[in-house]
């Protein structure tokens, strides 16, 4: 069970080049989102979306777009990627809660991206 | 304001020790409650989701008081593995959708 499949797992683009982080999950969960983890910054949440179709913006979203096509995918584009953007790129799926039960998420292994 | 505050640490314990984190969260719309487990430079994991009836599991043990908005860890009887950094986690949405992180506290466990 392959769990959330992120690619690539490395990555340097050039000042204002633009890219996409792939974010795939296997377990047919609803929820999907993206964190972006700096140096003393803790993980910070940049788009999420709660189902096909639908997603919204999170904590620092710009710079950022995201769709969300298909349950399985939730890709993240950098439309002119800054050295700002220089992170590690988390991204995560869970199911809805049921209840009192809150439900874990999963996260992929990360995505290290350098913009020089 | 960061919305989930934690004290960074690093807590640098011998095994066999107890040791507490605590936790305060700004957004009194939180809806669930969590700590997770990040080692170097890998993917965060739950560790333990945080009840308002306080929940244990093993040697760990975390209380929510949803009045003073504090979330704490206990673990007890500390072993080398539990060297990693904890992160303390509210969700704000839909549950499981929305999470905000504290910026992490840093345990080191020695022998």
């Known amino acids: 069970n392959a769990g959330v499949t992120q690619t690539p797992k490395f990555q340097v683009l050039k000042t204002g080049q633009s890219m996409t982080l792939q974010c795939a999950q296997d377990?047919?969960?609803?929820?999907m989102s993206w964190y972006r983890q700096d140096p003393g910054m803790g993980l910070r949440l940049i788009h999420y979306s709660v189902g096909a179709g639908i997603t919204d913006q999170g904590e620092v979203p710009n710079g950022y777009n995201v769709s969300r096509s298909t349950t399985e995918d939730f890709p993240l584009r950098l439309l002119s990627a800054a050295p700002s953007q220089t992170s590690v790129y988390f991204c995560?799926?869970?199911?809805?809660?049921?209840?009192?039960?809150?439900?874990?998420?999963?996260f992929g292994q990360g995505t290290r991206l350098t913009v020089v | 304001r960061k919305e989930v505050e934690q004290d960074p640490g690093p807590f640098n314990v011998p095994e066999g020790a107890t040791v507490a984190f605590n936790c305060t969260y700004s957004n009194s719309a939180s809806q669930s409650f969590f700590w997770y487990r990040q080692d170097c430079r890998k993917e965060p994991k739950l560790l333990m989701s945080v009840y308002s009836s306080g929940n244990e599991d093993g040697r760990f043990t975390a209380q929510l008081n949803r009045a003073s908005q504090y979330i704490s860890l206990l673990i007890r009887d500390s072993k080398l593995s539990d060297s990693a950094t904890y992160l303390c986690v509210v969700n704000i949405r839909e549950a499981g959708t929305a999470l905000i992180f504290g910026k992490g506290t840093t345990l080191s466990v020695s022998s």
């Open positions: 377990m047919n969960h609803e929820y």
């Open positions: 995560a799926s869970s199911r809805p809660g049921q209840g009192a039960r809150a439900p874990e998420a999963f």
